[in-house]
């Protein structure tokens, strides 16, 4: 008989927690379901939030994603699976290199003014073909992937002064310069941070590992931004 209560007072847990949405998660909490679910997919025991007919028709009724996630295009960076997260969960912003133009800013400002979410991750990844191309193939591309090749290329000059894995490097400092630019290329996300409602971190997806490492020493909020963060 106990083992029986033990497992309906599981499945009850499981039920209530595939039942909550998120409207208005404060950055700390958001952060914090990214690292718990990002450890579930590393050991593989999913637990599939929010995945059910109810969140479905709930969600046809608005959103309230809990983090916006910018990021590569990449096959092998599928974000629902790498955060163990469900409908409604992530505002999730693709393209080749995690890189940040207006459209991507256009987005993250869509769903700081609008959606209410309080936490943003430039997250880049291992392997990154993106990287790989600006580093080996800088010229004879088209006029389209030079646009790409332009925009890593402060990361790749900053890498050449640093110690460590040349590629590695350039991927950290293209997803922390994301991250700043955010906050220098955009009004209102700028008051956003500096007003301590929203925070920006930058992060590194390990493709062989499934790992998310969160830059947060590089994170971008009221305390850490300083002068040069201006908006325009």
Do not use: W
């Not at 029986?4 to 039942?19: K, R, T």
């Not at 940040?100 to 993250?108: A, K, L, N, T």
């Amino acid at each position: 008989m106990k083992k029986i209560l033990i497992i309906l007072v599981l499945i009850l847990g499981v039920q209530a927690f595939a039942g909550e949405i998120h409207p208005c998660m404060n950055s700390n909490d958001a952060l914090k379901l990214l690292q718990e679910g990002n450890e579930r997919y590393m050991n593989m025991q999913f637990q599939r939030p929010h995945i059910n007919k109810e969140i479905l028709d709930e969600l046809g009724k608005g959103q309230h994603p809990f983090a916006v996630i910018i990021s590569c295009s990449d096959s092998r960076v599928p974000l629902e699976h790498i955060f163990d997260a469900g409908l409604g969960d992530l505002f999730e912003i693709k393209n080749a290199g995690n890189l940040i133009d207006d459209h991507v800013v256009g987005s993250v400002e869509y769903a700081l003014s609008h959606l209410g979410t309080k936490l943003v991750v430039v997250m880049g990844h291992t392997s990154c073909g993106c990287i790989s191309t600006a580093i080996e193939h800088p010229k004879h591309q088209t006029k389209q992937v030079h646009s790409l090749i332009d925009s890593v290329k402060p990361s790749i000059e900053l890498a050449k002064k640093q110690k460590g894995d040349f590629n590695m490097n350039i991927t950290r400092n293209n997803a922390v310069r994301g991250a700043r630019l955010l906050a220098k290329q955009d009004k209102i996300i700028y008051e956003y941070i500096k007003n301590h409602e929203v925070v920006v971190i930058p992060a590194l997806y390990d493709i062989k590992t499934g790992k998310v490492e969160f830059y947060t020493k590089d994170k971008i909020n009221s305390s850490t931004m300083s002068q040069t963060y201006f908006a325009q």
